[in-house]
């Protein structure tokens, strides 16, 4: 079964410091999404990205986040300037279709910031 | 999006059947009803999705009542291996995000 691959499973990073969580997403989608999920909370939207710019994102996704799909295959977010409530699971997920559900989730990025 | 209402959490034992229902009063005519399942430290993992009726798969059913203001997931025989947290949610079939409430946390024991 096809998966989506995110690297690292685990970042620590010091406040302040900048970093880069990278996803492959299933080869043959379209639409690439971001989530994070604080420990024992919910599950919420970051961004979706169709045909190189952004689709839709919501309030977390302020100034200090980017993403890029800088090649065929990756698709990568970015924190700026890492601040501790940035510190959560990061998911990549990825659709064949606009259809809002059948998403493929990756295993996610714990990122921990000190 | 139409606001979802699950149990927080549920327990059962291992070989029977577990029914989670959601109650989405305010669901839309063009809502569509879905199901994600999220084992600790993993991203979530699509199980079903339905309209209205019946829907079945290897994995699970789904019931949804003529006035689809309420849905059901039935797990049958259930594994230690499914315990995980069971999200239901709600909304139109394209988009560009998806809005999960608080899940049913699902305990299997021996």
């Known amino acids: 079964e096809p998966e989506v691959t995110q690297t690292p499973s685990h970042q620590v990073t010091q406040m302040g410091q900048e970093v880069i969580l990278r996803c492959v997403p299933i080869?043959?989608?379209?639409?690439f999404y971001w989530y994070r999920q604080i420990l024992g909370q919910k599950v919420e939207f970051l961004v979706s990205?169709?045909?190189?710019?952004?689709?839709?994102k919501s309030e977390i996704f302020d100034d200090q986040f980017s993403v890029e799909r800088p090649d065929g295959s990756n698709f990568t977010l970015k924190i700026r300037s890492t601040k501790l409530e940035d510190s959560a699971m990061y998911f990549c997920?990825?659709?064949?279709?606009?259809?809002?559900?059948?998403?493929?989730f990756g295993s996610g990025t714990r990122l921990t910031v000190v | 999006l139409a606001k979802t209402t699950q149990p927080i959490s549920m327990d059962s034992y291992e070989g029977q059947e577990v029914n989670i229902t959601c109650s989405h009063n305010?669901?839309?005519?063009?809502?569509?009803i879905t199901w994600y399942q999220q084992f600790p430290s993993q991203g979530p993992r699509f199980i079903i999705q339905?309209?209205?009726t019946k829907v079945t798969n290897e994995v699970a059913s789904l019931f949804i009542p003529a006035d689809r203001k309420s849905s059901t997931l039935s797990l049958p025989r259930v594994s230690l291996s499914d315990t995980a947290v069971y999200y239901c949610?709600?909304?139109?079939?394209?988009?560009?995000?998806?809005?999960f409430g608080g899940g049913t946390r699902l305990m299997v024991k021996p």
């Open positions: 305010n669901i839309a005519t063009n809502d569509y």
């Open positions: 339905g309209y209205k």
């Open positions: 997920a990825s659709s064949e279709e606009q259809n809002n559900y059948g998403y493929t």
């Open positions: 949610l709600v909304g139109p079939y394209a988009g560009n995000m998806l809005t």
């Open positions: 990205f169709y045909n190189n710019e952004i689709s839709e």
């Open positions: 080869s043959n989608h379209l639409y």
